[in-house]
């Protein structure tokens, strides 16, 4: 089933009541996570290097504190893994639950990467957990990623909840998160081309990857899977998994055991034969509404049987509850900026709109793309690109499905990030695409001054690193 190609949009982009971040108020001690960090950076001159023995070696010299864990819903996948985590938190604080996250990358603080009982991690509590895990590992080779997973552990650990939702950072089956024995449930989401140097350069290589993450018994959530990738016969990866488990892991698949549809301003949820009306998401874009569903499903594996599906803490049949679809929040995902205070609006004229979404491959430039067709039968409004990409991405396959949409592209650079293309560099690649009106900026800021367009939607993409230095 393909992405629906209409829905309105008139609703709140995402719920801005949460702070992003968590950051100190102390230089001082802000200096010193800093530190931290580059200290972490130079315990492994690989960056990545997908491998569970380090951080199974570290883990055990902390005391194994992911043994300790509140049950865990362990979520990988391509697409989509931040948002499903997001509404799938919110579904479970909905019905008075507590609950640990931890999701990567930040976008401008590290204390956005863990949340304690629904709280985002203070820098203090960060620094004390990262100068312990300093103090056990002594230097020894380990990456960034896996000390920080480390930590992650060790202050969950520490925090009564009643749940864990646990992000992959890369793949699956080698991911240092892939340490967690026995997860409640798992969720893979979207399965698209990204990491091929990593994960293998077919979507049937990639999905095997991420399918790591099941284990014997537990079941899975399988979220949307798109035409691409049912033609790769990824969802027969799954399977195959599966059966090679001591006892399979029960699979609840998208268009089989759940659906989701849309349905006016709301969405039709079905699990297992039984539909309820529900609320559509407040977060913008067709392909939400399937992340939802995903977290619907995983809601209903984790509450039990017990649990119908008009049970559920979004059925709008019960008028009077806070719903849980219209608190969550995810920023940097189809983001619009309303603030006039914020910096980027000053220069921009009134009627202009801006627009930040980390999206970087094929398939979420397939869902940018489903949101410009949208906006096109809406308004009209000319969208304009603004666009920076880290080298080991590839930009045609993100932005060849938004070419009939846009009415420019400015293309430029991360700042501070070595990793950026170069403005020139990324130029080259764009130019063959055949885009009617390609730039190239130095800054983010010269390039929206350079949109003359007073009724423009501006749209900032291509790399969360980049979204996460605008919003900085």
């Given at each position: 089933?393909?992405?629906?190609?209409?829905?309105?949009q008139n609703r709140n982009n995402f719920c801005v009541a949460e702070?992003?971040?968590?950051?100190?108020?102390?230089?001082?001690?802000?200096?010193?996570?800093?530190?931290?960090?580059?200290?972490?950076?130079?315990?492994?001159?690989?960056?990545?290097?997908?491998?569970?023995?380090?951080?199974?070696?570290?883990?055990?010299?902390?005391?194994?504190?992911?043994?300790?864990?509140?049950?865990?819903?362990?979520?990988?996948?391509?697409?989509?893994?931040?948002?499903?985590?997001?509404?799938?938190?919110?579904?479970?604080?909905?019905?008075?639950?507590?609950?640990?996250?931890?999701?990567?990358?930040?976008?401008?603080?590290?204390?956005?990467?863990?949340?304690?009982?629904?709280?985002?991690?203070?820098?203090?509590?960060?620094?004390?957990?990262?100068?312990?895990?300093?103090?056990?590992?002594?230097?020894?080779?380990?990456?960034?990623?896996?000390?920080?997973?480390?930590?992650?552990?060790?202050?969950?650990?520490?925090?009564?909840?009643?749940?864990?939702?646990?992000?992959?950072?890369?793949?699956?089956?080698?991911?240092?998160?892939?340490?967690?024995?026995?997860?409640?449930?798992?969720?893979?989401?979207?399965?698209?081309?990204?990491?091929?140097?990593?994960?293998?350069?077919?979507?049937?290589?990639?999905?095997?990857?991420?399918?790591?993450?099941?284990?014997?018994?537990?079941?899975?959530?399988?979220?949307?899977?798109?035409?691409?990738?049912?033609?790769?016969?990824?969802?027969?990866?799954?399977?195959?998994?599966?059966?090679?488990?001591?006892?399979?892991?029960?699979?609840?698949?998208?268009?089989?055991?759940?659906?989701?549809?849309?349905?006016?301003?709301?969405?039709?949820?079905?699990?297992?034969?039984?539909?309820?009306?529900?609320?559509?998401?407040?977060?913008?874009?067709?392909?939400?509404?399937?992340?939802?569903?995903?977290?619907?499903?995983?809601?209903?594996?984790?509450?039990?049987?017990?649990?119908?599906?008009?049970?559920?803490?979004?059925?709008?049949?019960?008028?009077?509850?806070?719903?849980?679809?219209?608190?969550?929040?995810?920023?940097?995902?189809?983001?619009?900026?309303?603030?006039?205070?914020?910096?980027?609006?000053?220069?921009?004229?009134?009627?202009?709109?801006?627009?930040?979404?980390?999206?970087?491959?094929?398939?979420?430039?397939?869902?940018?793309?489903?949101?410009?067709?949208?906006?096109?039968?809406?308004?009209?409004?000319?969208?304009?690109?603004?666009?920076?990409?880290?080298?080991?991405?590839?930009?045609?396959?993100?932005?060849?499905?938004?070419?009939?949409?846009?009415?420019?592209?400015?293309?430029?650079?991360?700042?501070?990030?070595?990793?950026?293309?170069?403005?020139?560099?990324?130029?080259?690649?764009?130019?063959?695409?055949?885009?009617?009106?390609?730039?190239?900026?130095?800054?983010?800021?010269?390039?929206?001054?350079?949109?003359?367009?007073?009724?423009?939607?501006?749209?900032?993409?291509?790399?969360?690193?980049?979204?996460?230095?605008?919003?900085?």
């Amino acid at each position: 089933m393909q992405a629906p190609t209409t829905n309105k949009q008139n609703r709140n982009n995402f719920c801005v009541a949460e702070p992003l971040h968590n950051k100190s108020n102390d230089p001082a001690l802000e200096a010193r996570l800093e530190e931290i960090l580059e200290l972490l950076y130079s315990f492994y001159a690989q960056g990545i290097d997908m491998s569970l023995a380090r951080v199974k070696r570290f883990l055990a010299q902390l005391g194994n504190p992911h043994l300790q864990l509140p049950p865990v819903i362990h979520v990988a996948g391509t697409n989509g893994k931040g948002s499903t985590i997001a509404i799938l938190r919110s579904l479970l604080e909905a019905s008075g639950k507590r609950v640990h996250v931890m999701t990567s990358p930040h976008l401008v603080h590290p204390t956005e990467r863990i949340r304690l009982a629904g709280d985002l991690i203070s820098t203090q509590k960060l620094v004390d957990v990262l100068e312990e895990c300093l103090a056990v590992n002594r230097a020894e080779p380990i990456t960034f990623f896996e000390i920080l997973t480390a930590a992650s552990f060790l202050a969950m650990s520490r925090v009564p909840a009643d749940y864990v939702i646990l992000e992959t950072g890369m793949g699956g089956r080698l991911d240092a998160t892939n340490v967690v024995p026995d997860p409640l449930c798992t969720i893979i989401t979207t399965i698209s081309k990204d990491h091929e140097k990593f994960l293998g350069d077919t979507l049937q290589k990639i999905a095997f990857e991420k399918a790591g993450i099941m284990k014997s018994g537990v079941s899975c959530i399988i979220g949307y899977q798109t035409k691409q990738a049912h033609d790769a016969s990824v969802t027969k990866v799954f399977h195959d998994v599966s059966a090679s488990l001591p006892t399979e892991a029960k699979l609840f698949q998208q268009g089989a055991e759940w659906d989701i549809e849309p349905k006016n301003e709301g969405a039709i949820f079905t699990w297992q034969g039984e539909s309820v009306v529900m609320s559509q998401p407040n977060l913008i874009g067709s392909h939400q509404i399937y992340n939802c569903g995903a977290a619907l499903a995983a809601y209903r594996v984790i509450m039990g049987h017990h649990f119908g599906a008009k049970n559920l803490p979004t059925d709008r049949s019960n008028s009077s509850a806070v719903d849980p679809l219209k608190t969550i929040h995810w920023p940097g995902r189809l983001q619009k900026i309303n603030d006039g205070a914020f910096p980027l609006r000053k220069l921009m004229d009134d009627t202009q709109e801006l627009w930040l979404d980390g999206g970087h491959n094929d398939s979420a430039g397939m869902m940018l793309a489903e949101q410009a067709k949208i906006w096109q039968a809406q308004d009209d409004k000319p969208l304009h690109l603004i666009v920076a990409m880290v080298n080991r991405k590839n930009p045609a396959d993100f932005l060849k499905p938004l070419i009939p949409y846009v009415a420019s592209i400015t293309v430029t650079s991360i700042p501070n990030e070595s990793n950026s293309h170069s403005v020139n560099d990324l130029y080259n690649l764009v130019d063959p695409l055949g885009f009617k009106d390609l730039r190239q900026s130095v800054t983010v800021q010269q390039a929206i001054t350079n949109i003359n367009d007073k009724e423009a939607r501006i749209l900032i993409t291509g790399s969360l690193y980049f979204i996460g230095t605008v919003l900085a």
